[in-house]
Every structure is written in C-alpha cells, then in structure tokens.
C-alpha cells in the first residue's frame, strides 16, 4: 500500500476507483485513531501503540482532506516536521477548498518570491 486517504466519503470512493486504499473519518476522534493507526500502529481499543503494527512502512503517501488535516491540528504538524514515512499530502475536500488556505501556486511563488 503506497497511498493511503483519508477524508470524505465520496471521495474514498473516487480514490478506491483510482486504486487507492482509504477510510472514510467523520470527526475529529475518527480521523485521530485513523492517524495513529497509520503513522504509530495505535489501536484506539487497547489505548495503546501495538509493537510490530507500524503501518508507515506499507504506506508511503498519505492524502488528507484539507477538514481532517485540521481536525489533526498539532499532531500532523509534529509528524510532518519528524521527517517519517507516510509523507502527508493534503487535498480540498468534496465542499472545496477550505478558507484562508494557499494553492499550492500560492506556495511555490511565496517561497520563490516571483509573481507572474
């Protein structure tokens, strides 16, 4: 498993056509044990990270709605800046992008300083 999402559930849908694994999260609790379960092999049931559970190493990118990367608020910013497999990747969610956030072209010109 390369890819993994997280989001929506139409869009699970969409990515399942596409060959993509993923689980639909409603919430924040929902897509919290999801994340762990992924990135630490935590089973939200025994409340503890299982030893030799490690989903990372069979997931290499994980896509996030733009709604459930904030519902990870802290947590996804400390795994992002640890530097571990899966690579977050964020995306709009099926209602569009969420507001105050940059395009990716808003980004890239941001950290090349160069408007076109």
Same mark, same amino acid.
């Given at each position: 498993?390369?890819?993994?999402?997280?989001?929506?559930?139409?869009?699970?849908?969409?990515? %399942?056509?596409? #060959?993509v694994?993923?689980?639909?999260?409603?919430?924040?609790?929902?897509?919290? +044990? !999801?994340f762990? %379960?992924? &990135?630490? #092999?935590?089973?939200? &049931? !025994?409340? !503890? =990270? *299982?030893?030799? =559970?490690?989903?990372?190493?069979?997931? %290499?990118?994980?896509?996030?709605?733009?709604?459930?990367?904030?519902?990870?608020?802290?947590?996804?910013?400390?795994?992002?800046?640890?530097? %571990?497999?899966? *690579? =977050?990747?964020?995306?709009?969610?099926? &209602?569009?992008?969420?507001?105050?956030?940059?395009?990716?072209v808003? +980004?890239?010109?941001?950290?090349?300083?160069?408007?076109?």
């Amino acid at each position: 498993m390369d890819y993994y999402f997280l989001g929506d559930p139409e869009l699970v849908t969409a990515f %399942r056509f596409a #060959g993509v694994s993923g689980e639909a999260v409603q919430n924040q609790s929902e897509t919290l +044990s !999801a994340f762990r %379960r992924i &990135t630490e #092999g935590y089973n939200a &049931t !025994a409340g !503890a =990270v *299982l030893p030799g =559970v490690e989903l990372a190493s069979l997931c %290499r990118v994980l896509i996030l709605t733009e709604e459930a990367a904030d519902w990870l608020g802290e947590d996804l910013d400390n795994w992002q800046l640890g530097g %571990r497999y899966p *690579l =977050v990747v964020e995306i709009p969610g099926i &209602t569009g992008r969420q507001p105050g956030r940059k395009t990716l072209v808003d +980004s890239i010109r941001e950290a090349i300083g160069v408007h076109v």
